[in-house]
């Protein structure tokens, strides 16, 4: 059975109907889980009741974790919904997951990891990131390591950013993603800041695969929201998939159930447009439901 895990932040998403666990990460994990892949959340919580809750969530849909208790509170985050039901975001710092530590325990699940995502948002401390850079670093040669940028706030820098990238072999950016890192490594100029205009004269996929190149990458996958999404290959394959139009209930975790999806299938051996339209199908099903982790239907995980 193959390994993955997502490491990086453990939270509480605030929500309007009231209080979900999430971060990237775990979401990731869980979603992983639901495929039948050994999969594992490595992170850090407060030795407080929030932290106890989180544990709780994990041992109750059988998520392993390594997640030790710190002398720091458990994060949470705000998160408030716009008219599209589009989440923003505030997110508390100092907290739990900005001091995960790397222990032997952590480093022997690193050599036994066949893919692992991890994102920016935990490598805001050095702490974190240091324990994510060594966990990638004592992976397996050939591992798949899924770097899920995850722009919030602005918690990241463009050092962090091209450092991640080297680590990885697999991106997954979105479509302000993408502006966002091609205006912090001078492709566009800095003081254009309307998006709609800039998107519609963007060459997005010379951008991809200028990236694709430039950092040696497997593959970049690049979701557009309603507009789709992409995955180029180093190989020169390109697969598009629509998005599907659903009753949207929140965006919450759709992105982290995408990058789990995909990365299943291609550890279990599908294609690049199987594992993508697996990923377009699934995130599409979270979109529908309320929370970051529900629990998807059979017919999505055959």
């Not at 939270?11 to 994990?29: V, Y």
């Not at 919580?45 to 458990?74: A, F, R, S």
Request: hydrophobic share 35%.
């Amino acid at each position: 059975m193959k390994t993955v895990t997502g490491i990086g932040e453990a939270l509480w998403d605030c929500l309007p109907e009231g209080r979900k666990f999430g971060g990237a990460p775990t979401n990731f994990a869980y979603h992983c889980s639901q495929f039948g892949l050994n999969a594992w959340a490595a992170s850090a919580v407060g030795n407080d009741t929030l932290g106890d809750e989180i544990l709780d969530i994990c041992k109750g849909v059988n998520l392993q974790v390594i997640c030790p208790k710190v002398n720091y509170e458990t994060g949470t985050v705000q998160v408030t919904l716009d008219q599209k039901g589009i989440p923003q975001y505030e997110i508390k710092t100092g907290v739990a997951w900005d001091n995960i530590p790397y222990s032997d325990e952590l480093a022997k699940l690193a050599r036994q990891t066949d893919a692992v995502c991890f994102g920016s948002l935990a490598q805001r401390s050095p702490v974190s990131r240091n324990t994510i850079q060594n966990f990638i670093n004592n992976m397996p040669e050939g591992a798949h390591k899924v770097f899920d940028i995850n722009l919030r706030q602005n918690f990241y820098s463009k050092e962090i950013i091209e450092q991640s990238i080297k680590l990885c072999n697999i991106l997954k950016i979105n479509d302000e993603e993408l502006l966002t890192v091609s205006r912090l490594f001078g492709w566009l100029p800095q003081d254009n800041k309307d998006f709609s205009t800039t998107w519609e004269n963007f060459d997005f996929e010379s951008a991809c695969k200028n990236l694709l190149k430039k950092y040696h990458l497997n593959m970049l996958i690049l979701t557009c929201g309603v507009n789709g999404s992409y995955v180029f290959t180093s190989d020169g394959e390109i697969s598009k998939q629509g998005t599907p139009k659903v009753e949207v209930a929140d965006t919450v975790g759709a992105g982290d159930s995408f990058t789990a999806a995909f990365v299943s299938c291609i550890l279990l051996g599908k294609t690049v447009k199987e594992a993508h339209k697996r990923a377009v199908d699934v995130s599409a099903f979270v979109c529908t439901q309320h929370g970051a982790m529900p629990k998807l239907p059979e017919i999505l995980k055959q």
